[in-house]
């Protein structure tokens, strides 16, 4: 939600999950560009036909047009592994994750997972991505994200 919300500049902009739909679509940069937020979970991208005929696969990923999606526009995507090769090998990948063992320090009497610390993996692929991490770091973009281990409770 924060990434469209952001990146389309509408704090209140209603995101939801695209899971039973395949793929949401947001249009940014006054149309030049969309963002396609898909979820695959119910894909396993090739499947047996209805037919039975074991000469005959569907890809249950083809009306998602992910060469086009990958080529020009931003996609995010849920449950990625069922993409397979079809992968771009430009890419950033971003793995989002709660530690539920760990605690971080919090005015609220909140139990939550809003006390729980949030972990994220950036993975970049091709030198696109590198540079771009590279430089989003030397700039200190990432400072605010990196908490220290005396940061947290135990």
Not at 7 to 27: C, E, F, M
Not at 37 to 62: E, F, I, Q, W
Not at 124 to 148: A, C, H, Q, T
Request: net charge negative; glycine share 8%.
């Amino acid at each position: 939600r924060g990434f469209v919300r952001g990146r389309t500049g509408s704090s209140n902009k209603r995101v939801t999950s695209p899971t039973y739909l395949l793929s949401n679509t947001y249009i940014v940069d006054g149309g030049a560009t969309k963002i396609y937020h898909m979820d695959l979970y119910r894909l396993s991208g090739v499947s047996k036909s209805s037919k039975g005929d074991d000469d005959n696969y569907v890809d249950d990923l083809a009306p998602l047009d992910l060469e086009n999606v990958f080529g020009n526009e931003i996609s995010l995507v849920e449950w990625p592994e069922r993409l397979g090769g079809r992968k771009p090998r430009e890419r950033l990948d971003i793995t989002l994750s709660i530690d539920s063992s760990t605690e971080m320090q919090n005015d609220d009497d909140d139990d939550g997972d809003d006390s729980k610390l949030r972990c994220m993996k950036l993975v970049p692929y091709g030198d696109r991505w590198v540079k771009r991490l590279n430089f989003l770091e030397s700039e200190g973009y990432f400072e605010d994200l990196i908490m220290d281990s005396s940061d947290v409770n135990e």
